[in-house]
């Protein structure tokens, strides 16, 4: 008898307990919706509004899942409303709620870019940095029931209330009572709220790739947000531009007529030349990276004031240089970054006659020479997409004195090459 009391008292505390423990189990969903000017409402789990972000906010900071985010609206490239939410590095979890259609899934030092149309609808979602924000499909009862969760309770005993008379109507409601009361719960008291977020999420494109446009990512909008910031620590930057050669002595020549060779101790001049660079480097942090440097630059060789004859004459070189890159991250956009480099320069002389008036002694030959170089770059670039950023940089850069066998035993060491460039470029983050 005691053993039978014991079974039936079991039985009944699982009954009770059961319920309880499955409804903690799972998680009610957060809910985002959009208002008819384009504020964004929060809903908590019972389906009451937690949070309320008006149209045009520049900053605010709200609860979403449990996680601090940060909300500012702002507009695009093409001038359209956005509305960028955040969840900084210092979350715990992801933040995760569903939008429209979709289940999105937003870990820490990650955004979602909600981008509206003119008349406040959503138009397109994007999660940023790439792969890092996720969306899920979810059905379809789901999201006309989401903003409402509410009033589902109280709206299902008024419908029923409001359509007795007709007796035609009272046959099909039993069957399709659990579809009909969420769509006409959506439709009616709580107008200001449901009815506007139900067409504008209808529309949420939750298949839509992250990048639309494909690399190099989306088109900044500038303030910069923190998490907009970051940048992947890897990046390729080229660049080009005019090149300044400064006048160089011809220091000494051996060979023929070396010492009597009216050449020595004059200078050469150069015409304004070209210079192509390509840059490799990573950000071990966020101002200070490592790079190597190389490329090539061409100056023709021209005559100077002291009478000099120069023919089809010019001046290359190749740089090949280790580099400190420091520069200073903000959310302008302009990123200013400095280069300190030492290592080595190709020179390069092509020279197919220097004489001077009333002397027939002609210098002329080919060759090179590898000299210790040196070089400061002063610059700025601007982040015009997520992974590429246009540049503008000066570049100081010089060799020691390069001794060149020209051939017919003549061996000519000229002055020590000081160059300075201006060039423009790009730089790609990957």
């Given at each position: 008898?005691?053993?039978?009391?014991?079974?039936?008292?079991?039985?009944?505390?699982?009954?009770?307990?059961?319920?309880?423990?499955?409804?903690?189990?799972?998680?009610?969903?957060?809910?985002?919706?959009?208002?008819?000017?384009?504020?964004?409402?929060?809903?908590?789990?019972?389906?009451?509004?937690?949070?309320?972000?008006?149209?045009?906010?520049?900053?605010?900071?709200?609860?979403?899942?449990?996680?601090?985010?940060?909300v500012s609206y702002g507009f695009n490239s093409a001038g359209k409303k956005t509305i960028?939410?955040?969840?900084?590095?210092?979350?715990?979890?992801?933040?995760?709620?569903?939008?429209?259609?979709?289940?999105?899934?937003?870990?820490?030092?990650?955004?979602?870019?909600?981008?509206?149309?003119?008349?406040?609808?959503?138009?397109?979602?994007?999660?940023?940095?790439?792969?890092?924000?996720?969306?899920?499909?979810?059905?379809?009862?789901?999201?006309?029931?989401?903003?409402?969760?509410?009033?589902?309770?109280?709206?299902?005993?008024?419908?029923?209330?409001?359509?007795?008379?007709?007796?035609?109507?009272?046959?099909?409601?039993?069957?399709?009572?659990?579809?009909?009361?969420?769509?006409?719960?959506?439709e009616a008291p709580v107008a200001p709220l449901s009815s506007t977020p139900a067409s504008?999420?209808?529309?949420?494109?939750?298949?839509?790739?992250?990048f639309p446009g494909g690399w190099p990512g989306n088109l900044l909008e500038h303030p910069?947000?923190?998490?907009?910031?970051?940048?992947?620590?890897?990046?390729?930057?080229?660049?080009?531009?005019?090149?300044?050669?400064?006048?160089?002595?011809?220091?000494?020549?051996?060979?023929?007529?070396?010492?009597?060779?009216?050449?020595?101790?004059?200078?050469?001049?150069?015409?304004?030349?070209?210079?192509?660079?390509?840059?490799?480097?990573?950000?071990?942090?966020?101002?200070?990276?490592?790079?190597?440097?190389?490329?090539?630059?061409?100056?023709?060789?021209?005559?100077?004031?002291?009478?000099?004859?120069?023919?089809?004459?010019?001046?290359?070189?190749?740089?090949?240089?280790?580099?400190?890159?420091?520069?200073?991250?903000?959310?302008?956009?302009?990123?200013?970054?400095?280069?300190?480099?030492?290592?080595?320069?190709?020179?390069?002389?092509?020279?197919?006659?220097?004489?001077?008036?009333?002397?027939?002694?002609?210098?002329?030959?080919?060759?090179?020479?590898?000299?210790?170089?040196?070089?400061?770059?002063?610059?700025?670039?601007?982040?015009?997409?997520?992974?590429?950023?246009?540049?503008?940089?000066?570049?100081?850069?010089?060799?020691?004195?390069?001794?060149?066998?020209?051939?017919?035993?003549?061996?000519?060491?000229?002055?020590?090459?000081?160059?300075?460039?201006?060039?423009?470029?790009?730089?790609?983050?990957?």
């Amino acid at each position: 008898m005691r053993n039978r009391e014991t079974a039936i008292y079991c039985v009944l505390c699982a009954f009770f307990l059961l319920p309880l423990f499955g409804h903690s189990a799972s998680k009610p969903s957060t809910n985002i919706s959009l208002q008819e000017d384009g504020s964004l409402v929060v809903y908590d789990a019972t389906g009451g509004i937690a949070e309320f972000v008006k149209q045009g906010t520049p900053r605010q900071s709200i609860q979403l899942d449990g996680q601090n985010c940060n909300v500012s609206y702002g507009f695009n490239s093409a001038g359209k409303k956005t509305i960028l939410v955040s969840l900084p590095p210092a979350a715990s979890s992801p933040s995760i709620f569903n939008l429209g259609d979709s289940q999105v899934t937003m870990p820490p030092k990650s955004s979602l870019r909600i981008t509206l149309s003119d008349s406040n609808r959503l138009e397109k979602l994007e999660g940023t940095p790439a792969g890092s924000v996720t969306f899920a499909k979810i059905s379809q009862s789901t999201p006309a029931a989401l903003p409402n969760e509410k009033s589902p309770l109280p709206e299902p005993t008024t419908l029923p209330s409001s359509s007795p008379a007709p007796v035609t109507l009272s046959n099909p409601t039993p069957p399709a009572q659990d579809s009909i009361a969420p769509k006409t719960s959506a439709e009616a008291p709580v107008a200001p709220l449901s009815s506007t977020p139900a067409s504008p999420l209808v529309s949420a494109p939750a298949d839509e790739p992250f990048f639309p446009g494909g690399w190099p990512g989306n088109l900044l909008e500038h303030p910069l947000s923190t998490t907009a910031q970051e940048e992947d620590p890897f990046y390729v930057r080229t660049e080009g531009g005019a090149r300044f050669v400064s006048s160089m002595n011809i220091v000494n020549i051996v060979g023929p007529n070396g010492p009597s060779n009216p050449a020595i101790q004059k200078e050469i001049a150069f015409s304004t030349g070209y210079r192509q660079d390509i840059d490799i480097g990573v950000w071990l942090l966020p101002w200070f990276g490592l790079s190597i440097e190389t490329g090539f630059a061409l100056n023709a060789i021209r005559g100077n004031t002291e009478g000099m004859d120069v023919s089809s004459s010019t001046y290359w070189s190749v740089p090949i240089i280790a580099q400190f890159c420091f520069q200073y991250p903000n959310e302008s956009g302009f990123i200013p970054y400095a280069n300190f480099g030492f290592g080595g320069g190709w020179n390069y002389f092509k020279i197919g006659s220097i004489t001077y008036p009333g002397n027939f002694t002609t210098l002329s030959g080919s060759g090179s020479d590898m000299n210790n170089a040196y070089q400061i770059t002063a610059g700025c670039r601007y982040r015009l997409y997520e992974q590429f950023s246009l540049t503008l940089a000066y570049k100081f850069y010089g060799t020691s004195q390069p001794t060149v066998d020209m051939g017919d035993n003549q061996q000519v060491t000229f002055g020590s090459p000081v160059t300075n460039s201006i060039e423009l470029g790009g730089n790609f983050s990957f």
